[in-house]
């Protein structure tokens, strides 16, 4: 790999006069600069962003931490992501934290010593170190989907509790009266604020949520089959099902046509998310659409504000989801 000293050496000039035509930190006659440029191209020289970093005090590079990358939801977000940052000059670092709060921690120390500009972070927990971590004056932080207590950073939201009383309602108003909730663990804040709209909308509606009828299982496909199996195996089961995430509403859509029940002839799902593939489930799944793009975009377009200076009270932003009816839901017979 060519270095700094060769393309000086091939372009007659000295090494500074090469840092300073790569950087732009002082005038450089335009003959000398295409010269130095055309020994770049020529030679394949790639100027080192540490080294750069360390002269300009920016590396261009955002951090993104989410909870889990292989998650549908989670990877179209990174994508919007990456495409806003890297339409205003920004590279991004993934982190999943997949697996705990500690690796979540871990992850923060590790974008911390990469010099990051700022992070965009969508947090699955806390703990005393990682606290620390984020209290860093130094990095902006845009916070996605959760608020950490006591974190003071722009946050996004996409207001969880009542796109999950929307969906709700949607089969409520179908007809539907014994209605069941497939949920994630319990202990997630997004698991939380989902059932909490389901809840909130039944006891809007005077109806009654037995115990067996909310279950709590992983956020995968694989939870959402179990879930569904435990729920066509009640006594009563139920009419129609609300399920906190399109990954698990696939697993139950599955578990349900292997049961034999006619959707949405006998039940009717609705899930959470809009994430692709949805609507080419069988049958295409009604769900509620969390406007990820815009959200990624305006959390790119905040933090790189927070980089460059921008001097403004902190924003607290709360988008509305919309309600997708496609053919999983329908009236009750």
Same mark, same amino acid.
């Given at each position: 790999m060519a270095t700094m000293k060769q393309v000086a050496e091939r372009a007659g000039v000295s090494i500074s006069t090469v840092s300073h035509v790569i950087n732009n930190t002082r005038v450089v006659s335009d003959n000398v600069r295409?010269?130095?440029? %055309?020994?770049?191209?020529?030679?394949?020289?790639?100027?080192?962003?540490?080294?750069?970093?360390?002269?300009?005090?920016?590396t261009h590079t955002i951090g993104v931490l989410v909870p889990n990358s292989s998650n549908p939801y989670f990877a179209e977000l990174i994508r919007w992501i990456e495409e806003a940052a890297f339409q205003l000059g920004y590279n991004i670092i993934l982190c999943n934290a997949h697996g705990g709060e500690h690796k979540q921690t871990a992850y923060l120390r590790?974008?911390?010593?990469?010099?990051?500009?700022?992070?965009?972070?969508?947090?699955?927990?806390?703990?005393?170190?990682?606290?620390?971590?984020?209290?860093n004056p130094s990095v902006p932080i845009v916070q996605l989907e959760r608020a950490l207590p006591g974190l003071d950073a722009d946050l996004i939201l996409a207001g969880e509790e009542e796109g999950a009383h929307q969906a709700?309602?949607?089969?409520?108003?179908?007809?539907?009266? =014994?209605? @069941?909730?497939? =949920?994630?663990?319990?202990?997630?804040?997004?698991?939380?604020?989902?059932?909490?709209?389901?809840?909130?909308?039944?006891?809007? @509606?005077?109806? @009654?949520?037995?115990?067996?009828?909310?279950v709590h299982e992983a956020f995968t496909s694989a939870g %959402?089959?179990?879930?569904?199996?435990?729920?066509? =195996?009640? =006594?009563?089961?139920?009419?129609?099902?609300?399920?906190?995430?399109?990954?698990? @509403?696939?697993?139950?859509?599955c578990a349900a046509s292997q049961a034999g029940v006619r959707l949405p002839g006998q039940l009717s799902v609705v899930g959470?998310?809009?994430?692709?593939?949805?609507?080419?489930?069988?049958?295409?799944?009604?769900?509620?659409a969390p406007p990820k793009r815009e959200m990624a975009h305006l959390a790119i377009e905040q933090l790189i504000g927070r980089i460059k200076g921008i001097d403004e009270p902190l924003r607290n932003t709360a988008f509305t989801s919309r309600l997708v009816v496609r053919a999983s839901s329908a009236p009750l017979h």
């Open positions: 295409q010269r130095v440029l %055309g020994i770049i191209d020529e030679m394949h020289y790639i100027p080192s962003a540490v080294a750069r970093s360390l002269k300009n005090d920016k590790l974008l911390m010593e990469k010099r990051i500009d700022g992070l965009v972070l969508v947090a699955s927990g806390a703990d005393d170190e990682q606290d620390l971590l984020l209290h709700t309602r949607h089969l409520i108003d179908l007809g539907h009266r =014994a209605i @069941a909730c497939v =949920a994630g663990p319990a202990a997630l804040p997004r698991t939380r604020e989902r059932v909490g709209g389901f809840t909130r909308a039944m006891r809007e @509606a005077g109806l @009654a949520v037995p115990a067996e009828y909310i %959402g089959y179990i879930a569904f199996e435990q729920l066509l =195996a009640l =006594a009563h089961p139920p009419s129609a099902v609300f399920v906190t995430s399109d990954l698990m @509403a696939l697993g139950g859509l959470y998310d809009d994430i692709d593939g949805a609507d080419y489930a069988s049958p295409p799944l009604t769900t509620v």
